[in-house]
């Protein structure tokens, strides 16, 4: 099978015993030729371990996606983001690496908002350790082979509760045949990949090694006038090494190391448009741009030019070590995993996102160590009831040393100028506290961060298998979490006092407080699984889960004395009911495949950013809204009509609202005015001119970030031939995907939504089997403009910014196996 059924491996598949995962031979991926095993010809039986045991996947009763690692090389899939081309189903948000989310189906994280006292609700594991900082989705994947995307609650096989679901990302296991593989690409913007392992054994059949590295590097697609230099680059290192002990016949001990560093300089978001707010006039963009005599080098945000004034970085170190142990018992397989990691980020940002300085400092330096362990044990065979049963403890600490400083153009875009006539630009008085720069130049909030998470959990599922074709899978977690919070702000003036006036505490005022939050929650599943044919399968779940509850750990709204409210210290778990249908079929001998999964999930106490209805003071913060519920359909299909040709297409549909949350956040349009005695209006037609509604109805809104329409397409041609005496084929492989417009704003504006966009990728090469691969590509061939995600400038300017996609890039690559 070609690599454009191997990007399709997507099953909503039926309850599977492991005699059905025996009985077929597995197909493996031949990763040098980019081809899968003749037993897959069809989109059979490719081999995961999403249930904590080997399983094919077209029987595992779980919507789950498989890549494997020649189809993320070939389409240049090296990190979370590019995947999001290839799955609907997946987003990925991010202006930096600290700042990022993943969602499925529209889950997973508050949109725009990181705040570390909560947690994310897709889970990242590689080679079974649970990665609790995003940051490391952004890295590029090293020596992977195959990454396993589970849609749907998780919390009843994976150590650590997932609502919205996991990526589990498997590396290249040691070897005991010597092996080697080297990658090499280069393109346009100075683009250069380099990838490298090797793996042999050091003692016969005993002990095995495994190292590996990547190295990527790219020169920035923005322009930075003030600077003189690109930005948005990309610049990581990886390296990973692995130990395998086959201690006895029943014993296997592997132990993981790795260090993976990014020094890009990045992120800038910069100028794509403005709107109107609630402000007067003479304190919106346009004239406060005037007022200062200044002006972006373009108003075309595709021209890719920018003068955002400050230092960018966004340098990150993600490292750490595990110890995966597997004791095989005859009756079922005892695992243990144990894990220590460390993450440190070190940013520099510009908060403003012009040429001017306003806000030159905003960074939040942290530090972060965690340990984790698990312990598993999953019966072997066919059992009338087979089982997987676990414990599992997490303790994470981070360390964060924030700071904010407000530079001399802050005064003019922050204060307001008094009563001046309409159209003015200047102030009331002279002496009027927004045009004297002095008044907040220098002011500076430095936030000390503590923080420290403890979880733990008992987890178990059953599988009954009720006859040769029917089996009913119940599970079980019962989860503790406890978070400790303290946060401690200390705000000073430029000339370094701690007094300060009211127009200073309005931007930035003194805090400390320190919240707690612990619970005890029972979750749990159940599965009913039927095989209709040997090539039909369907089946369905219900499963009651929760996300858990946090704490604000970014600053919290004050009452009328300045002191902070702590009712809004600490954020309710997420209740979370499931509802699934999934078909599977295989027909026309195999050669075709198509899926189909119908989803509804329904949340009370969604965590998302609220405003300032809940407590009567004008601030956002995180908090619970009412109820959401994201509902769709999703299909997955592939068809090898000849033995050269392949095709693919996979849909999602989402329809992903609130269906309750009446003290939102409103949209720019109703922001900067005083705020409003009338009831909540939902349009600016609904709020006196100059003012602002304390808060909004958004209920029956989408969700930020998820379009309602989301496809991934693609084929592939091959041509057999044989090239300096060696066996394989040229081919010809495109892979397209379209996204319907979304909103890039937690209340949808006019100003933050994003349309729609097609994206197309092409790569022409010839691969040779077990040996050479070498392909020129094209991403983005037809160069189309599109932003990844749009915010808007904080003050109610009515400045919108943006991060634009990648424009057309183009290059090659070669690959040799050994």
């Given at each position: 099978m070609?690599?454009?059924?191997?990007?399709?491996?997507?099953?909503?598949?039926?309850?599977?015993?492991?005699?059905?995962?025996?009985?077929?031979?597995?197909?493996?991926?031949?990763?040098?030729?980019?081809?899968?095993?003749?037993?897959?010809?069809?989109?059979?039986?490719?081999?995961?371990?999403?249930?904590?045991?080997?399983?094919?996947?077209?029987?595992?009763?779980?919507?789950?996606?498989?890549?494997?690692?020649?189809?993320?090389?070939?389409?240049?899939?090296?990190?979370?983001?590019?995947?999001?081309?290839?799955?609907?189903?997946?987003?990925?948000?991010?202006?930096?690496?600290?700042?990022?989310?993943?969602?499925?189906?529209?889950?997973?994280?508050?949109?725009?908002?990181?705040?570390?006292?909560?947690?994310?609700?897709?889970?990242?594991?590689?080679?079974?350790?649970?990665?609790?900082?995003?940051?490391?989705?952004?890295?590029?994947?090293?020596d992977?082979e195959?990454?396993?995307?589970?849609?749907?609650p998780?919390?009843?096989?994976?150590g650590?509760?997932?609502?919205?679901?996991?990526?589990?990302i498997?590396?290249?296991?040691?070897s005991?045949?010597?092996?080697?593989?080297?990658?090499?690409?280069?393109?346009?913007?100075?683009?250069?990949?380099?990838?490298?392992?090797?793996?042999g054994?050091?003692?016969?059949?005993?002990l095995?090694?495994?190292?590996?590295?990547?190295?990527?590097?790219?020169?920035?697609?923005?322009?930075?006038?003030?600077?003189?230099?690109?930005?948005?680059?990309?610049?990581?290192?990886?390296?990973?090494?692995?130990?395998?002990?086959?201690?006895?016949?029943?014993?296997?001990?592997?132990?993981?190391?790795?260090?993976?560093?990014?020094?890009?300089?990045?992120?800038v978001?910069?100028?794509?448009?403005?709107?109107?707010?609630?402000?007067?006039?003479?304190?919106?963009?346009?004239?406060?741009?005037?007022?200062?005599?200044?002006?972006?080098?373009?108003?075309?945000?595709?021209?890719?030019?920018?003068?955002?004034?400050?230092?960018?970085?966004?340098?990150?170190?993600?490292?750490?070590?595990?110890?995966?142990?597997?004791?095989?018992?005859?009756?079922?397989?005892?695992?243990?995993v144990?894990?220590?990691?460390?993450?440190?980020?070190?940013?520099?940002?510009?908060?403003?996102?012009?040429?001017?300085?306003?806000?030159?400092?905003?960074?939040?330096?942290?530090?972060?160590?965690?340990?984790?362990?698990?312990?598993?044990?999953?019966?072997?065979?066919?059992?009338?009831?087979?089982?997987?049963?676990?414990?599992?403890?997490?303790?994470?600490?981070?360390?964060?040393?924030?700071?904010?400083?407000?530079?001399?153009?802050?005064?003019?875009?922050?204060?307001?100028?008094?009563?001046?006539?309409?159209?003015?630009?200047?102030?009331?008085?002279?002496?009027?506290?927004?045009c004297?720069?002095?008044?907040?130049?220098?002011?500076?909030?430095?936030?000390?961060?503590?923080?420290?998470?403890?979880?733990?959990?008992l987890?178990?599922?059953?599988?009954?298998?009720?006859?040769?074709?029917?089996?009913?899978?119940?599970?079980?977690?019962?989860?503790?979490?406890?978070?400790?919070?303290?946060?401690?702000?200390?705000?000073?003036?430029?000339?370094?006092?701690?007094?300060?006036?009211?127009?200073?505490?309005?931007?930035?005022?003194?805090?400390?407080?320190?919240?707690?939050?612990d619970?005890?929650?029972?979750?749990?599943?159940?599965?009913?699984?039927?095989?209709?044919?040997?090539?039909?399968?369907?089946?369905?779940?219900?499963?009651?889960?929760?996300?858990?509850?946090?704490?604000?750990?970014?600053?919290?709204?004050?009452?009328a004395?300045?002191?902070?409210?702590?009712?809004?210290?600490?954020?309710?778990?997420?209740?979370?009911?499931?509802?699934?249908?999934?078909?599977?079929?295989?027909?026309?001998d195999?050669?075709?495949?198509?899926?189909?999964?119908?989803?509804?999930?329904?949340?009370?106490?969604?965590?998302?950013?609220?405003?300032?209805?809940?407590?009567?003071?004008?601030?956002?913060?995180?908090?619970?809204?009412?109820?959401?519920?994201?509902?769709?359909?999703?299909?997955?299909?592939?068809?090898?009509?000849?033995?050269?040709?392949?095709?693919?297409?996979?849909?999602?549909?989402?329809?992903?609202?609130?269906?309750?949350?009446?003290?939102?956040p409103?949209?720019?349009e109703?922001?900067?005015?005083?705020?409003?005695?009338?009831?909540?209006?939902?349009?600016?037609?609904?709020?006196?001119?100059?003012?602002?509604?304390?808060?909004?109805?958004?209920?029956?809104?989408?969700?930020?970030?998820?379009?309602?329409?989301?496809?991934?397409?693609?084929?592939?041609?091959g041509?057999?031939?044989?090239?300096?005496?060696?066996?394989?084929?040229?081919?010809?492989?495109?892979?397209?995907?379209?996204?319907?417009?979304?909103?890039?704003?937690?209340?949808?504006?006019?100003?933050?939504?994003?349309?729609?966009?097609?994206?197309?990728?092409?790569?022409?090469?010839?691969?040779?089997?077990?040996?050479?691969?070498?392909?020129?590509?094209?991403?983005?061939?037809?160069?189309?403009?599109?932003?990844?995600?749009?915010?808007?400038?904080?003050?109610?300017?009515?400045?919108?910014?943006?991060?634009?996609?990648?424009?057309?890039?183009?290059?090659?690559?070669?690959?040799?196996?050994?």
């Open positions: 070609s690599l454009t059924l191997a990007l399709l491996l997507t099953a909503q598949a039926t309850a599977p015993s492991t005699e059905q995962a025996v009985a077929a031979p597995p197909a493996q991926v031949d990763e040098a030729s980019g081809r899968l095993g003749t037993a897959q010809q069809g989109g059979g039986d490719v081999v995961v371990t999403a249930r904590r045991r080997s399983e094919t996947v077209q029987r595992v009763p779980i919507a789950i996606s498989v890549i494997g690692g020649t189809a993320i090389a070939e389409t240049g899939a090296y990190n979370v983001n590019r995947i999001t081309q290839l799955q609907p189903s997946l987003q990925f948000y991010s202006t930096n690496p600290r700042n990022s989310a993943a969602n499925i189906r529209g889950l997973g994280a508050p949109f725009g908002l990181t705040n570390d006292g909560i947690e994310q609700g897709v889970g990242i594991y590689v080679d079974q350790v649970y990665y609790s900082r995003i940051a490391s989705a952004t890295f590029d994947f090293t992977t195959r990454i396993e995307i589970l849609r749907g998780q919390g009843t096989l994976y650590k509760n997932t609502t919205a679901g996991a990526i589990n498997s590396t290249r296991a040691p005991f045949t010597p092996e080697a593989r080297v990658e090499l690409t280069g393109g346009n913007y100075d683009f250069f990949q380099g990838k490298a392992s090797i793996s054994p050091l003692v016969d059949n005993k095995a090694i495994r190292l590996s590295t990547s190295v990527t590097t790219r020169r920035g697609t923005i322009y930075n006038v003030h600077h003189d230099k690109y930005q948005n680059s990309q610049d990581n290192q990886s390296f990973r090494g692995q130990l395998l002990w086959r201690a006895t016949d029943n014993l296997d001990l592997t132990l993981f190391g790795d260090f993976n560093r990014q020094a890009p300089e990045c992120c978001q910069y100028y794509v448009r403005t709107g109107a707010t609630q402000r007067p006039l003479n304190r919106q963009y346009a004239a406060l741009a005037v007022a200062q005599g200044y002006a972006v080098p373009s108003s075309d945000p595709f021209d890719r030019v920018t003068d955002v004034d400050s230092p960018l970085r966004a340098k990150q170190e993600l490292g750490g070590g595990s110890l995966l142990a597997n004791l095989d018992l005859d009756f079922g397989t005892i695992t243990s144990t894990a220590y990691r460390l993450w440190d980020w070190k940013p520099s940002n510009d908060r403003d996102f012009i040429g001017l300085p306003i806000t030159p400092v905003s960074a939040n330096p942290s530090q972060q160590k965690q340990f984790s362990q698990e312990l598993r044990i999953a019966s072997n065979g066919t059992k009338p009831v087979d089982y997987v049963l676990g414990a599992f403890y997490f303790r994470q600490s981070i360390d964060t040393q924030g700071s904010q400083v407000q530079g001399p153009a802050a005064s003019r875009f922050l204060l307001n100028p008094g009563n001046v006539a309409p159209g003015a630009s200047g102030c009331a008085t002279p002496t009027t506290a927004a004297n720069p002095a008044v907040l130049n220098g002011l500076a909030s430095t936030n000390t961060i503590g923080f420290t998470n403890t979880s733990a959990a987890f178990g599922k059953l599988t009954w298998n009720v006859s040769d074709s029917f089996q009913i899978s119940p599970g079980l977690r019962l989860n503790y979490d406890k978070k400790d919070g303290s946060y401690v702000s200390v705000v000073t003036t430029g000339a370094g006092s701690a007094t300060l006036n009211a127009d200073q505490r309005g931007v930035l005022a003194p805090q400390t407080y320190e919240p707690v939050f619970n005890w929650n029972l979750s749990g599943d159940i599965t009913a699984a039927w095989r209709v044919t040997p090539d039909v399968n369907a089946y369905a779940t219900f499963a009651r889960s929760y996300k858990s509850g946090g704490i604000n750990l970014s600053g919290l709204p004050l009452d004395a300045n002191n902070p409210i702590l009712l809004a210290a600490t954020v309710k778990p997420e209740k979370v009911n499931h509802f699934e249908l999934g078909l599977k079929t295989q027909f026309a195999r050669r075709a495949t198509l899926n189909i999964a119908a989803f509804r999930t329904d949340i009370l106490d969604y965590q998302a950013t609220v405003s300032n209805g809940q407590l009567g003071v004008l601030r956002g913060y995180l908090a619970n809204a009412g109820k959401v519920r994201t509902q769709g359909i999703e299909v997955d299909s592939a068809f090898r009509p000849t033995a050269r040709f392949n095709l693919y297409l996979n849909a999602g549909y989402t329809d992903a609202t609130y269906r309750r949350f009446v003290d939102a409103c949209p720019p109703l922001t900067g005015g005083a705020a409003a005695s009338a009831t909540n209006p939902a349009s600016p037609a609904g709020t006196p001119n100059g003012f602002s509604p304390a808060n909004c109805d958004i209920s029956g809104q989408r969700l930020p970030g998820v379009s309602k329409w989301a496809f991934s397409f693609g084929a592939e041609y041509v057999p031939a044989k090239v300096a005496g060696l066996d394989g084929q040229f081919y010809l492989g495109y892979d397209g995907s379209y996204r319907s417009s979304f909103s890039s704003n937690p209340s949808q504006s006019a100003y933050t939504q994003i349309a729609g966009y097609a994206l197309s990728n092409f790569r022409l090469g010839y691969k040779a089997r077990d040996s050479w691969n070498v392909f020129g590509w094209l991403r983005n061939a037809f160069d189309r403009n599109y932003h990844e995600v749009l915010a808007v400038q904080s003050g109610s300017t009515g400045l919108i910014v943006g991060q634009p996609g990648d424009p057309r890039t183009y290059g090659i690559t070669v690959s040799r196996a050994f």
